[in-house]
């Protein structure tokens, strides 16, 4: 057995919950293709199966399955309104049979749409916060734990903790994993590979890139606001991901590749990443999201005129389209000068007459 076969195993003894559909499959993009002059595949952890996808559905494998494994019997998770992570925490925690508890920070807007919306369909219990920043959310969350447990509870707190990054590096090396066996089986050896990260996910990624030792080179994009510090914190994460599988892994800086700066303020979107989402959109029928994946794909968008290759780009699609719908107006064009819009209406049957009404 050689070492990237270990290093799989390994993997795949580690507790997983039994929740998404894996493998996401992979999936050519023709038009793409024949526009850049290279193939380029979409891996579509957005079809992971729970609460729209994404790639937090591929992490709560690995998260849930050891909070599980600990005894846990209630999830507590936190992030701001329109964070995937949460609604996915919430949807892993309804078809496990598990209760959730999820903080929400309204710092940065609130709006009953997108991903909020998802939360309240899934009826789990949501305390708002104004917290402002992840320390202190983080906080937040470990109070709300602390409350649960002393009430006779088992909570878990599944979300901005060093172990949960870890675990996050984890369930995204064996992401790479899933992924070279696919481009394998359809004979790719060389390629490039796209992450919208700054973080754990690309940190679990290049590690698994690292231990093949092959051709499929991973390149990180930090989202606005998380680009200070990024290589450290993708490095130390991918260290401390090799140590808990108990395997030897050559990982220097200097060997990671990040693109774009990853500066502004989290949670805000920009014109490339809208400009992104409309070239995907409008070339495919394949939407991304406003601050992951259209950021990344605007970071590719950049890369390809300054390298003219032929080898296959691989674009991991991490999810986080249901946060579309809370930016439009950030992300929908205006209505033309004149056109009138139709009035909204409230489309639910009345109990007495059975009518719409405006």
């Not at 997108?114 to 899934?122: A, T």
């Not at 940190?203 to 989202?223: C, E, I, M, N, Y």
């Not at 920009?270 to 409008?282: C, S, T």
């Not at 107006?329 to 109990?351: C, D, M, S, W, Y």
């Amino acid at each position: 057995m050689d070492m990237f076969d270990r290093f799989a195993e390994r993997l795949a003894s580690r507790p997983h919950a039994p929740v998404g559909i894996f493998p996401t499959p992979i999936q050519w993009m023709p038009r793409l293709s024949a526009r850049w002059g290279r193939p380029v595949y979409f891996k579509r952890d957005d079809l992971a199966g729970l609460a729209v996808g994404g790639s937090k559905i591929r992490v709560l494998q690995h998260t849930a399955g050891d909070a599980l494994a600990r005894g846990a019997d209630l999830f507590v998770a936190g992030g701001w309104v329109q964070s995937n992570h949460p609604a996915q925490v919430a949807a892993v925690a309804c078809a496990l049979g598990v209760r959730a508890e999820l903080v929400l920070d309204t710092t940065k807007g609130y709006e009953l749409q997108g991903n909020l919306l998802l939360e309240d369909l899934l009826g789990v219990r949501v305390h708002f916060v104004r917290e402002g920043t992840y320390e202190a959310l983080r906080a937040a969350c470990v109070r709300l734990a602390d409350r649960l447990r002393g009430r006779g509870a088992k909570p878990a707190l599944l979300t901005l903790t060093p172990e949960i990054h870890v675990l996050n590096a984890l369930a995204y090396a064996e992401g790479f994993v899933e992924v070279s066996r696919q481009l394998e089986a359809i004979d790719i050896t060389d390629a490039d590979i796209f992450i919208g990260s700054g973080g754990p996910t690309c940190a679990g990624l290049w590690l698994g890139s690292r231990a093949q030792q092959g051709r499929l080179r991973v390149h990180g994009v930090p989202t606005s606001g998380m680009g200070a510090g990024a290589r450290e914190r993708v490095v130390d994460v991918a260290s401390r991901a090799m140590r808990a599988l108990d395997v030897e892994v050559l990982l220097r800086q200097e060997d990671l590749s990040l693109l774009g700066d990853g500066t502004g303020v989290y949670g805000f979107t920009r014109r490339a990443a809208i400009e992104a989402i409309r070239v995907v959109a409008q070339a495919e029928g394949v939407f991304l999201d406003p601050i992951y994946t259209g950021n990344a794909m605007a970071e590719l968008l950049r890369w390809i005129p300054q390298h003219r290759d032929n080898s296959p780009i691989v674009f991991f699609h991490t999810g986080g389209v249901p946060a579309l719908f809370a930016y439009e107006r950030e992300v929908g064009r205006p209505p033309k000068k004149g056109a009138v819009p139709g009035r909204r209406i409230v489309r639910l049957n009345q109990a007495r007459t059975g009518r719409l009404r405006a």
